[in-house]
Every structure is written in C-alpha cells, then in structure tokens.
C-alpha cells in the first residue's frame, strides 16, 4: 500500500470536512473559498502563516501573488519547490479587511492544522511572520526576537521542529528584510538532514472533526502534475 496516497486520502477527507465548516459565522459567511492547505501529503517540511489573503480567498491556494513568488524563489535557493513542501495557515478562512484572527476563529480552526501536522508527519516546521510565530510556540515573543532559531516543540500532539521566519510579505514592503530571508532559508537543509524529533507517547487519540454535510468533491491533482483547483496535494 502506498502510504504518501493514504495521506493524501486522508487529507482530502479533512479537507471536506474544513470546507463545510461554519464555526465562525462571520468567516463562512464572508469566505469565498476555505484554503486548506497544498502541496507535498508527505512532505518534510510545512510552512505556516497566519490567514488566507484576498488572493488566496479568491484562488483557493495559500500564499499566491508576489509573496508566493519570493517564497517560490527562496524555495530554489535551497534547492526545493512547492512540490517538496506543504504550505498552510493557522486559521483557513480571510477574516475581513484582513484583520488577525479572533482568539474563537483561532480556538474553532485549530484542530484542522493539528490533524494536518499529524497525518503530513513533518520534520521542520517553519511558522511564518509574528502572529503564525506566537501560535505555534504558544509564547508572545515576537518573529524579530526568535527568527532563525530552531526548537522542538510539540504542536498539538505531534513534536516538530520549529524554524520560526518572517513572513516572505515581510521583504516586499522591507527590501533589506530579503538579506535576513535568504540567510534564515540557507539553513533549512541543514535541519531536514536532521533526525526527526522524538513523539511524546500521547494517551488519547485526538478527537474526529465534527461531521458536515459534504459538498461536491474538490478536484485534486495527482503527484506528477503541478497544483490546480482548490486543492493541490501531491
């Protein structure tokens, strides 16, 4: 049995289920697509930022327009692409006008990115910008304070390893901000070729996702070709 198509399987089934989800009126209401996530089912290495842009929202994909494409350009430098990663956010919904996630959007999403880390089973973590950066550390220090510097923590019920960096947006609005992006993405070779790190024994299962109605499929892209549609796993 092939494992990486069981975990795009088991992905897709989560994504259903964040797709119908109304936890927060005010986000499904608002929303135009969910952006669960995309890339790599198995991939090593999953990146997380805050919320879903308007590009996002409209496309369904995260981290589109000139921020995707610097992480695009900063992914080659090391020698990866989309394809190797996963990229996703803490809450799957654009809150309005952009405005940061309420702590109740935080508490209602959080388990979709908890099921993610579990079945993608990543190695590093790389949380993106401030308000992803305090999620997943569960400490008020700021990206500025903490940048570069990796840790093992246990999000959820999974232990990664966690590469806190700024948010690729960060360089568009501070050219000078690239210098410090190139120089925090150099080492993230370096931390892949590391061991795993070790999962703490948990003693309950996490609980299933409440169930929703389910919509139509979602088109889904087979390994080799590139991501399209609303959801792109490979």
């Known amino acids: 049995m092939d494992p990486s198509?069981?975990?795009r399987e088991a992905l897709k089934q989560v994504f259903e289920q964040a797709r119908g989800c109304v936890r927060c009126p005010q986000l499904a209401a608002a929303r135009h697509q969910v952006v669960f996530g995309a890339g790599n089912a198995s991939a090593d290495l999953l990146f997380v930022a805050e919320a879903p842009g308007a590009n996002?929202?409209?496309?369904?994909?995260?981290l589109v327009g000139q921020a995707g494409k610097l992480l695009d350009e900063l992914l080659a430098d090391v020698g990866l692409a989309r394809r190797d990663v996963f990229v996703t956010t803490v809450v799957k919904c654009r809150p309005p006008g952009n405005r940061e996630p309420h702590p109740a959007e935080i508490e209602h999403c959080h388990d979709y990115l908890e099921r993610q880390l579990d079945l993608i089973a990543p190695k590093v973590v790389c949380?993106?910008?401030n308000f992803a950066t305090k999620f997943v550390r569960g400490d008020p220090a700021g990206i500025t304070r903490v940048h570069g510097r990796e840790e093992v923590r246990v999000?959820?019920?999974r232990a990664v390893r966690l590469y806190p960096i700024y948010h690729p947006a960060a360089a568009l609005y501070t050219p000078r901000m690239l210098e410090v992006l190139?120089?925090?993405?150099a080492r993230i070779p370096q931390l892949l070729a590391q061991p795993a790190p070790a999962q703490v024994?948990?003693?309950e299962p996490a609980p299933d996702l409440e169930p929703?109605?389910?919509p139509p499929a979602p088109s889904v892209v087979e390994p080799e070709s590139p991501p399209s549609g609303q959801l792109g796993l490979f």
């Not at 996002?56 to 995260?62: F, N, S, V, Y």
């Not at 190139?182 to 993405?185: I, L, N, S």
């Open 5 to 7: 198509g069981d975990r």
């Open 56 to 62: 996002e929202d409209r496309e369904g994909l995260p």
């Open 127 to 129: 949380s993106l910008g």
């Open 155 to 157: 999000i959820g019920r």
């Open 182 to 185: 190139r120089e925090d993405f």
């Open 201 to 203: 024994p948990v003693a």
């Open 212 to 214: 929703v109605d389910e």
